[in-house]
């Protein structure tokens, strides 16, 4: 059966930091890619980040600079380092793993920028 399971997510203050994990499990073969989406409420489920096996990664614009992903492929674990964060950053984050069995997602964890 395979697993994402997510932790790292809470409420923070604006310009703080915050740091994702994603655990995998249960994945056999190929991983051709980790991802990190988040949907906030009203909105459509987006792209944050993604990391191909080759090691390509891609961000939305609105993290550029802001959001690190990464990934120990020992530990199979996958990680968003979150810094400078916003009010606009607030929603439900989910990981994401595309693989020769299919696309997977966690269940989310929620994300709060507030005051």
């Known amino acids: 059966q395979v697993q994402l ?10 310009g703080g930091s915050l740091k994702l994990s994603c655990a995998r499990s249960g994945i056999i073969g190929s991983i051709y ?13 987006e792209l944050v980040a993604n990391i191909t096996s080759a090691g390509n990664i ?4 609105s993290v550029k600079g802001r959001f690190t992903i990464s990934r120990d492929n020992a530990k199979n674990t ?12 607030t929603a ?6 595309q693989t ?5 997602w966690g269940q989310g964890t929620q994300v709060t920028v507030s005051s």
Do not use: T
Request: hydrophobic fraction near 30%; aromatic fraction near 14%; proline fraction near 4%.
């Open 5 to 14: 399971m997510e932790s790292g997510g809470g409420l923070v203050q604006p």
């Open 33 to 45: 890619a980790m991802g990190w989406y988040r949907q906030a409420p009203g909105k459509q489920r």
């Open 58 to 61: 891609n961000y939305a614009d």
């Open 78 to 89: 996958a990680y968003l380092q979150m810094n400078s964060l916003k009010s606009e950053d």
């Open 92 to 97: 439900v984050y989910y990981c994401n793993a």
């Open 100 to 104: 020769r069995m299919g696309i997977y």
